[in-house]
C-alpha cells in the first residue's frame, strides 16, 4: 500500500498544496497513492489522537508513507524518531518530498536513525540547561517561591519529563496518570515550580 500522508495546524491552512506536490512526486516516481490520509491537527497533539497515529497501527512490510516534509510528521526530532523506528520495526518505508529522505529498514535509514537519536540528545540536554537557566532567573527575580512541601515529595526529580511533555504537547491529565498522581498534583506541581513560565523560555 501506497499512502499519501497530509497535515496542517488549522482549518485557515489548506492541503491541496501538499497532496499537489505527492501527487506529483508518485507520478514521476511510477507509483499510485491507494489511499490519502489528510487531518487538520497540530503536531503537538498526542500521536494517538491523529489519524497518523492510526494508520501507524495498520502498516505492513513494504507499505509506503509519502508526505511532503518530515515536519508534517512529527513536532520534533524524539517524535520523529519514534515514528520512524516503528516503520522500521515493521518493514514499513516513509518518504519525504522537499528534505528527500528516504527511510526504509536499509542501512542508511539506520544510519540516519542513529543521527536523529543523537541529534534528540543533544536536544534533551540543551533544554535542561535552559531550564536550569531560566530556574536561575526566575529565582533571582524573586519568583520562586509558593507552596512545595507535598508536590515537591510526591514528584521530586520530575521537572524534566514533566517539561519534555508538556513540550511534547500532552495534556497534564495524561502526565499525572503516567506519573500514577492526581491531575491536581501536577497542576499545582506545575504552577508551583514555574514550570509553564520556563516552557515559554525554551521553546
Not at 82 to 102: E, F, P, Q
Not at 122 to 138: G, M, P, V
Amino acid at each position: 500500500m501506497v499512502y499519501g500522508y497530509v497535515r496542517v495546524s488549522t482549518d485557515h491552512q489548506n492541503t491541496e498544496n501538499q497532496k499537489f506536490e505527492i501527487k506529483k512526486f508518485a507520478e514521476k516516481q511510477g507509483l499510485v497513492i491507494d489511499r490519502w490520509i489528510e487531518e487538520v491537527i497540530s503536531s503537538t497533539k498526542d500521536l494517538n489522537k491523529r489519524k497518523l497515529g492510526q494508520l501507524l497501527k495498520h502498516v505492513k512490510s513494504d507499505d509506503l508513507i509519502i508526505a511532503s516534509e518530515l515536519s508534517r510528521l512529527g513536532r520534533n526530532l524524539l517524535q520523529v524518531m519514534s515514528i520512524l523506528h516503528y516503520c522500521m520495526d515493521v518493514g514499513a518505508r516513509i518518504w519525504t518530498i522537499k528534505d528527500n529522505y528516504r527511510l526504509g529498514a536499509d542501512i542508511t535509514s539506520k544510519v540516519l536513525a542513529f543521527a536523529f537519536g543523537l541529534s534528540a540528545e543533544i536536544e534533551r540536554n540543551l533544554i535542561s540547561q535552559r531550564t536550569k537557566e531560566a530556574l536561575a532567573r526566575l529565582k533571582a527575580e524573586g519568583k520562586l517561591g509558593g507552596k512545595r512541601h507535598i508536590y515537591k515529595r510526591k514528584l521530586e526529580g520530575c521537572e524534566q519529563y514533566i517539561l519534555q511533555k508538556m513540550q511534547d504537547g500532552w495534556s497534564q491529565t495524561k502526565i499525572a496518570r503516567k506519573l500514577h498522581c492526581h491531575r491536581d498534583t501536577v497542576r499545582k506541581f506545575v504552577r508551583a515550580r514555574h514550570l509553564d513560565i520556563i516552557l515559554e523560555d525554551i521553546v
